[in-house]
């Protein structure tokens, strides 16, 4: 209580002095800084994921490697969930997930002489897989051609040639849901492709003698005896995924909605949903093998389904809906279309000429003469049997005209069976050049004259072969009523007119021009001229499409490729020998793919008109595509693909 009294004066004291505003002495205050408040940090804005979508012309029906559909559409999703095992870049194999492509110089490729017995699967002396028995025609060790086949006794020592193909995995591949990819995964594969179960094309399997895991990562191929192929990635088969599937059979795979609408995959995306009739979406593989760089692109991918009419596509691509509509819309009837769009740069044509080449085959012998040709017969007379006749139509047509104003200056006029960026195609190859004189004077030659000095009239025989005089040349011209089949057509009627050949077009549907014989005009051999496309193989001649094998006829049901009828004994030697010619000597197998040819653009029994293109569109922003016609898909390295308001010209 001392204590407080003392204080509390001294307080009262201060108190009063301050009221009055006389001056106090009060100790000095040093002022501090407030205490710091945590300012709020800005709220991020999450990145949109990028998305890119697809319009395709047809939904496949599975994507299920061997569902037994195979189409375009199934190939063009399949790219973006496996990514190679090979790319093919200008019809050359380039490994992707494979070290390296086997090759007699880096040890892949071995070739060794065996001796074979009764009972064992050979290649027989024309190309097909075979039991060697007595009688069998076989080609032995060192032969490569027909000249020098043997048929076997039964008794004597026989050796054949047999190939053996190394492919080794690149390490570190994984499946889609982490599980390793191995050399056990393309040997399953195999084991699916070689089961009766299976609807897939044995061409391959059959030709298989041996197909295992060496190791891990390494597996081997081993062909049947006489089997020598040139292309040795075609051997190595695709890898599915037997962790996942090894426990269901061939036909069950069929029947698996998981493996035939979300197929596992190790490339750079994976499917997330289908929904029927509208679209399949996908997403980022988390274990894509070039994650690391950046790829791919895109978060999404979504492949949208706009049926086949190009007017939708069109629309969608337009419209920002779609930012790429791929091959399976028929774009060739639209390309007069197509061009005005990217004159007004609302999109990109992706198109470059493919295998598959338009022509305009003779019926050079028509099926009413396998039992005997006399002009006095009652049939058609042999108003193409003399080949100058057929070079003089060809000198006529002019092809250069077709590929410029119908397929603007997309395509190119066939130099040989391929086109002009594969191996296989000769500069120094070509039918008869667009001359109309020289077409006249080559019809004047076989006897087909212009009498009343007309060229708006047919001419007429005098002293042809095999036809009675004053017969007019005139043709009935097939094909089918497409705006490119007719517009192409139109022009050829035009062309063959200003040489004084008649032409009468008949515009039929598909399933009447491709009606089986004997009843179809076609593959009845009975008719004049006909318009249609052919598909060359992707790294094999197409030379046997016009064998004599190959006509159709009474005594091989109907059944074969070439229904011109004409036969060469010396182009059936050429064509075996190409489909045989052996690839470690460069040299000869160059020259047997150029002979055949040669003899084909001489003989003419079909003129090629055209290559047909494969066509794409494209939005503007669309990066990185690159059409190959020999890849297997025009999305081959859809990977890589980007979407740029600046993107340069694709």
Known sequence: MRLIKPLMLVFLTTLMAACSGGPVNTPAVTPTAPLPTDTPLPTLTPVPPRELTICIGQEPQSLYLYGGSGSRAMWNILEAIYDGPFDYRAYQPQPVILESLPSPENGGAVYETVSVERGQDVLDAAGEPAVLDTGVRVLPAGCHSADCAVRWDGVSPLQMERLTLTFRLKTGLLWQDGVPLTAADSVFAFQIASDPQTPAVRWL???????????????????????????????????????????????????????????????????????????????????????????????????????????????????????????????????????????????????????????????????????GYTPFGGYRQDLLGDKRTRQAIAACIDRQGLVDRLLYGYSAVPNGFFPPNHPLAFDDLSAPPFDP????????????????????????????????????????????????????????????????????????????????????????????????????????PPC??????????????????????????????????????????????????????????????????????????????????????????????????DKDEGCPAN
Not at 305 to 324: H, K, Q, V, Y
Not at 588 to 596: F, G, K, L, N
Request: hydrophobic letters at 40%; proline letters at 7%.
């Open 205 to 371: 399997t059959l030709r298989t003698a041996a197909y295992r895991a060496v190791d891990e990562l390494t597996v081997e191929w081993r062909g049947i005896p006489g089997y020598l192929p040139a292309d040795y990635a075609l051997h190595f088969f695709l890898p599915l995924p037997q962790h996942a599937w090894g426990n269901f059979s061939a036909a069950e795979l069929l029947q698996n909605e998981e493996v035939n609408r979300h197929p596992l995959g190790w490339g750079p995306y994976q499917i997330e949903t289908w929904t029927p009739g509208e679209s399949i979406r996908l997403s980022r593989n988390p274990h894509y093998f070039r994650a690391a760089e950046g790829l791919p692109r895109f978060d999404r991918l979504t492949f949208r389904f706009f049926g086949e009419p190009a007017d939708n596509n069109i629309a969608a691509l337009t419209s920002g809906d779609c930012d790429f509509v791929d091959d399976t819309v028929d774009w060739e009837g639209q390309l007069y279309i197509l061009n005005e769009l990217q004159q007004k740069q609302a999109a990109v044509i992706q198109a470059v000429p493919t295998t598959t080449w338009e022509q305009l085959t003779f019926g050079i012998r028509p099926a009413a003469y396998d039992g």
């Open 437 to 540: 004189d020289l077409g006249k004077r080559l019809l004047d030659e076989a006897g087909w004259r212009d009498l009343d000095n007309d060229p708006a009239t047919p001419r007429t025989a005098v002293g042809v072969l095999n036809v009675l005089n004053d017969t007019p040349l005139t043709f009935e011209y097939r094909t089918t009523p497409d705006r490119l089949h007719q517009m192409t057509a139109e022009m050829i009627a035009e062309n063959l007119r200003n040489c004084g050949v008649g032409v009468s077009l008949k515009l039929v549907e598909p399933f009447e021009l491709y009606a089986p014989g004997p009843e179809g005009a076609l593959f009845g051999r009975n008719f004049d001229l006909a318009q249609f496309a052919w598909q060359s193989g992707r790294t094999t």
């Open 544 to 641: 046997n499409l016009f064998t004599t094998a190959q006509i159709p006829a009474a005594n091989n049901g109907w059944i074969g490729t070439n229904i011109s009828g004409w036969s060469s004994p010396v182009y059936d030697a050429q064509c075996a020998a190409a489909l045989r010619a052996d690839p470690r000597d460069p040299s000869a197998y160059q020259q047997a793919q150029r002979a055949v040819q040669q003899t084909f653009l001489e003989e003419l029994p079909a003129v090629p008109l055209y290559f047909r293109l494969q066509i794409a569109l494209a939005s503007p922003q669309v990066c990185g595509i690159q059409m190959d016609a020999g890849a297997r898909s025009p999305l081959w390295n859809i990977e890589t693909w």
